[in-house]
């Protein structure tokens, strides 16, 4: 019944698409806890220039930074020139875009969390025995739910949606780097709004039912801790 | 048994120098105004203050010196702080028992069953922390900090953020405490009356810097301190509950063989009372006045005669059998009395002060 509504070439970009989300929010949410935490806690006059270039994804057109990119991963790059593999045009090479595209989604809430847990808390618990990763588990992070669970949301909503990144760098590539928003475009381009509509359809939904789960666990949340 | 600490830190303008020691055993005051460095001393010992300098010698092990520092999650102490702390995602049990699981079976000597029936705690075992009010949220505070069997406790004005009637609910049990938990207490405080129900020894702080430390009953006395010199200016007494004359409505305390009245108390014969007595409150006669309506009138010692407080006022340090009684007389008094030190005296003593549950 789905092969009717869509093609096999297709659900190859669907299933591409949220292997990269996933993927992404994973990496994002391992680099991202002690980037943030390390952007609470700091003192250090460097965190400004930090902070910018992590909101910097925000403003700046997707293009520029699949731009730059590619300069970096692309054939004739310095990675590659310092022997590493090409990563442009692969799978790894959306992953490094799309972390890069959705870190502030990822980084800002978190902050935000874990700059709202007081030193007084953290004292606390270090007077009750228990060390820096026991204080970060056992109380950090339980106080922090909200923010991980808005960073796992937006980190995934946002890759889903990418698209001026993944074309910079990841070409399209059916079954390797064509993720659904360039399948759209194709779609658009040559005049089959059928499939653009299933596919344009799916991201909606989909993009709806996880923003509204996320304010709907929020609000309890809020009603809980209030 | 004792603790003992060397502490330099530099904040801003602010300049901790201290250089002291204090029992183990018992409850110490640490004294002085706001700003005065009481809190930071107690961060020091908790570790809590990483610019510190020095060294920090409990019972003999080292927790800090020039070449290690225990972090504050190895020193085993107990931190009660001010605001009471407690974790916001997890219940009153939770919270007691986030410090006990994390000591080793064999070294727990404080368990919850006798912590939740000495802070009275059993009712609220479930509630969550924003539901307890002031007094019930220090209770757990303390309760959860004793559940860590630590060796030393600190209490940063355990009682300051209460109203009147929370403090009158708490400090019973503060009392108990002392009674039934041989754990060394340092308090900070500035309210004198909480410390002289609650302490057996004092650290005077000012301006960052040790001004004195040593029982308690000494440096209330001490006629070169602010203590003996402010209006409120107390001594403290302890005697022993002899026998209630229940025609008169009177009770009995002996001390050091004489008789001290009081108004009817509910206290056994044979137990230790602490009494206060306010400076302004003990005249002097040389010799044993009769025809007065005074029932405590007490033979004394002068042990000296300090200069004067304020114009025209004179502070005398009395011996009382052994214990130190301060009065506060005119200087004409003292002259035409002819006090000196060594002289046998009479103290009249107007009002007595029982110290709550000693």
Redesign the interface.
Known sequence: MLETWISPQDSRALWLTFKLAAITTLVLLLLGTPLAWWLARTRARIKLVIETLVALPLVLPPTVIGFYLLLLLGAQGPIQALGGPAFAFTFTGLVIGSVFYSLPFVVQPLQNAFASIGDATLEAAASLRAGPWDRFFTVVAPLSLRGFLTATTLGFAHTLGEFGVVLMIGGNIPGETQVVSIAIYDHVEAVDYASAHVLSALLLGLSFLLLISLYALDGRFRMRLS | MAIELQFELERGEFRLRLDTQFPATGVTALFGRSGSGKTSLLRCI???EPGVRGRLRVNGDTWQDDTHCL????RP???V?Q?G?????LSVRGNLE??YR??PPGQRRVHPEEVVELLGLGTLLRRRSDELSGGQRQRVAIA??LL?SPRLLLMDEPLAALDAASKAEILPYLERLHGELSIPVLFVSHVMDEITRLADHMLLLEHGQLLAAGPLQELLTRGDLPLARADEAVSLVEAVVERHDDADHLSILGLNGMQLHLPRQQLAPGKRVRLGIHARDVSIALTPPVGISMLNCLAATVREVHAETRPGEVLVTLDLGGQALLARLTRRSVRSLGLRAGMPVHALIKSVALIEGR
Do not use: K, W
């Open positions: 908790a570790g809590l972090p504050a999650h190895r102490l107990g931190y702080f605001e702390r407690l974790f916001p995602h986030y410090g994390r000591i959860r900090a860590t």
